[in-house]
Structures are given as structure tokens and as C-alpha cells.
């Protein structure tokens, strides 16, 4: 293992971020002498992130801490292709005032991570719209285009996935590649960025920018890559039972944000504590050692910095508050998650059970698994185990708080109410 002088990627190395580096000698040199620019790139391809993409957020973090400067590239031209790598199929195609309503929705989140302005070392979010929609095709084709080879672009295993499984990549999507290539020289020209970063699935896209900066004239360019990650069980990061685990407050709340890392693996722990959170490598070496029921804590631990990273220090504390008097106390906690419904819904026959867990909350994702965790035992209303899956809830199941309490197993809580 490499022992570097600079910071960035000495922090990097120990908190386990780094998989790939193109010239680690050149790179750490460059980190120790001079004031770097990176860029990492982002497609928005949804209104908001998932915690899948935290760990590219956590790495311009680190950045920008240790007294460089952090490039958030939105995509805004690049999703209108659509990154094929690794997909089975093609991503479906967005218009341009979707993909501008995604970044503006997106934005939202890294200002919780980083620090923008017009300063020498504050980050700064730059769409690569800005030059991409404008190109002239035939001069692009003619002064980017002839510096690609066909055959060595279907040697990345990017393509070849798609190829080997004889899938279709289309035309369309082949010019991914060329077009982020094509980021990286115009992001080392207009902002001196000599750096790209991303998950390892992107080292084929990166080099490439690399050799086209390279091939048009830019400064030295380098690429860095983090391992791709997923949890001990081999679930992807970024999902949980109910869905993606989305960065957007108005998406996911920050309980069910807090929850999602409150149920880490206990082999996860200390991996997630050095990549999500920003606690002291001594204290994650502290925390490491601990076992047993103390491990719950540990986990305590980690959502609740996870959350306030994202949320807030007050919105993750009162994230564990509630996840505390739920569980330990049993009590009624006003911060769950409330699903509203019309007062009328109540009345006469009420709603089904199953509907109520399935359809209105979302808590499981068919009447059909509802169906199967009653037979197991797995659902309560008000804390009562439900028996009987053609159980209605009406107005006499509401609590003295007006609300009725559904549960899927010891963890996920919905409050009904009634409006």
C-alpha cells in the first residue's frame, strides 16, 4: 500500500475510497504542491441523489476540506444520451426541461457537503450543457472525434457487458464516452481541473479524457476511482426494502434516512463509519472494537452523523429521539412518518388491512406480502399483532392522539391520520 504526503488522498486511502489511480506518484506530488481542481460528474436522471451516490459526494467533501477545489458537474447535456455503463438496457430518454427540473431538485443536497462560491478553494456546480448543446456536429467529429478508436472503445468492459449478453447499445449511447471524455478537456480548460473522479465503473470513460487531454493539448490529466459498493450481503447501497434510499428531504424524511443506516449490517459498521460519516479515524477505531449489544449503539452512532452530514445535527437528533421512543418506550412518537387520508375513509366499512399496509403506506410493496406477513406474524396495528388479513380499519382504531400506528416488524413505522 502506497504511503502519500498530501492529505486529500492520504484521508482517502485510510477511510477506504480509493480503488484505482492513474499515476499515484504524479498525483500525490500534485496534491502536495499545488491548490488541486476535481470534478466529479453527476447525471440527473431523477429528481434527487440516493445514498448510493453519497460516496461520491463524501469524496468532494474531503476535498474541499483538505484545501482544493470541488467541481460538481451536472449533467444537463450528458443526460440527454444517457450513461449505458454497465446498464442492461438503454436509459429511457428525458426531455431538457426534465433533466433541468432534476438538476435544480438535485442541488438541494450538496450544499450540506460542500461550500460554493467565487473563491480560489470554493466548490463550484457547473453544467456541462454550458458547452455540450452547443457544439457543431461536423467540428466536433472532426477535432474530438478522430482521436477515438472504435476498437479500443469496445474493449471496456462497459460495452462489452452490454455485447456479450447481446444487448442492444445504441449509436446514441456509444457517444457517451466521447462526451465525457469531452467534459474533462473543457473542464481542464476553463477551470485548470486536473483531476476526475467516480466509481470504478467509469475508469474506461475517465482514461479516455485522460488520452484526450493528452491528444488536444491540456496539462497532465489523472483519474481516480472508488470501489463500488455494496453491503456484506451483497445488497446494493443506495436501496432498502421500500425503495431507493433518496437524499431529497422531500422525497425520504430524515427518520427513514436515519433508519436505513440504523439497520447497517453489523460487518458494515466500520467500513460506513469511515466513508459517510466524518468522526475521527481514532474514534471509528474505538467504536470499531466494540461488540456484542454494543454494536446497536455503534449503529446509533452512524445514522445519526450519516443523518446530520445530510440533514441537519437537530433534524438527526430528533431522528434518534423518536426512533428511541418508539423502541424503547413504546410511546407514540410524533416525528414517524404520517400518511394523510380523508376522515371519510374511516367511516362505515373503513379500509382494508391489507390496502392500508400495501397501497396507502407503502410499507410493503403488494396486498400479496401483506397477505403472507400477517400469516407470520409480522404486522401490528396500534401494537397489536394483526391475525386476521381481512381486518378494517375504522374510526374506532384511532388512538388517543387521532392516528392509527401500522408496523412491519420491530423497525418501520407509518402513522394513519385521519384529515
Not at 486529500?8 to 475510497?17: K, P, S
Not at 490529466?221 to 436501496?239: H, N
Not at 429521539?321 to 367511516?347: C, I, Q, Y
Not at 396500534?382 to 392509527?404: C, F, R, S, W
Request: one cysteine or more; hydrophobic letters at 40%.
Amino acid at each position: 500500500m502506497s504511503t502519500f504526503r498530501s492529505d486529500f488522498l492520504r484521508i482517502l486511502q485510510e477511510r477506504g475510497f480509493i480503488h484505482q489511480i492513474s499515476d499515484e506518484d504524479g498525483l500525490d506530488k500534485l496534491f502536495a504542491t499545488e491548490t488541486v481542481t476535481a470534478y466529479i460528474g453527476f447525471d440527473p436522471t431523477a429528481p434527487s441523489l440516493h445514498a448510493g451516490g453519497l460516496i461520491q459526494i463524501m469524496m468532494l467533501h474531503w476535498l474541499q476540506a483538505t484545501g482544493h477545489r470541488a467541481i460538481s458537474l451536472m449533467g444537463g447535456g450528458t443526460g440527454m444520451v444517457g450513461d449505458p455503463s454497465f446498464k442492461d438496457d438503454a436509459r429511457q430518454l428525458m426531455t431538457v426541461d426534465t433533466i433541468q427540473a432534476n438538476i435544480d431538485s438535485i442541488k438541494k443536497v450538496f450544499s450540506n457537503y460542500l461550500t460554493y462560491g467565487e473563491g480560489p478553494r470554493d466548490a463550484r456546480m457547473i453544467n456541462n450543457a454550458d458547452w455540450l448543446r452547443g457544439l457543431n456536429y461536423l467540428e466536433f467529429l472532426r477535432d474530438v472525434g478522430r482521436h477515438f478508436s472504435v476498437n479500443r472503445m469496445l474493449s471496456f468492459d462497459s460495452v462489452k457487458t452490454r455485447l456479450d449478453r447481446e444487448q442492444s447499445l445504441s449509436f446514441l449511447e456509444f457517444n457517451y464516452m466521447i462526451l465525457q471524455a469531452y467534459d474533462f478537456v473543457e473542464l481542464a480548460r476553463r477551470y485548470d481541473c486536473r483531476l476526475q473522479m467516480g466509481g470504478s465503473d467509469q475508469w474506461g470513460n475517465i482514461v479516455n479524457g485522460i488520452d484526450l487531454g493528452h491528444r488536444m493539448g491540456t496539462k497532465q490529466l489523472f483519474a481516480l476511482t472508488s470501489p463500488l459498493l455494496t453491503t456484506s450481503s451483497g445488497a446494493k447501497m443506495g436501496k432498502s426494502l421500500s425503495g431507493a434510499v433518496w437524499l431529497n428531504a422531500d422525497m425520504l424524511g430524515a427518520y427513514e434516512f436515519w433508519q436505513y443506516w440504523r439497520n447497517t449490517e453489523d460487518a458494515d459498521v466500520t467500513r460506513f463509519l469511515k466513508l459517510y460519516t466524518t468522526l475521527p479515524m481514532d474514534e471509528i477505531a474505538r467504536l470499531s472494537q466494540l461488540g456484542g449489544s454494543e454494536i446497536n449503539e455503534v449503529k446509533k452512532i452512524l445514522a445519526t452523523e450519516v443523518t446530520a452530514l445530510l440533514h441537519g445535527r437537530a433534524a438527526a437528533d430528533a431522528a434518534a429521539e423518536t426512533a428511541r421512543k418508539t423502541f424503547e418506550e413504546g410511546a407514540l412518537a410524533a416525528d414517524l412518518p404520517t400518511v394523510e387520508l380523508p376522515a371519510s375513509a374511516l367511516h362505515g366499512d373503513g379500509i382494508g388491512v391489507l390496502s392500508a399496509f400495501a397501497e396507502i403506506t407503502g410499507l410493503l410493496a403488494s396486498n400479496g406480502e401483506a397477505r403472507r406477513q400477517i400469516k407470520s406474524g409480522g404486522l401490528r396495528v396500534n401494537d397489536v399483532v394483526v391475525t386476521d388479513d381481512k381486518m378494517m380499519l375504522t374510526q374506532a382504531d384511532l388512538t388517543p392522539e387521532g392516528v392509527i400506528k401500522l408496523s412491519f416488524g420491530k423497525k418501520k413505522h407509518v402513522l394513519l391520520k385521519p384529515v
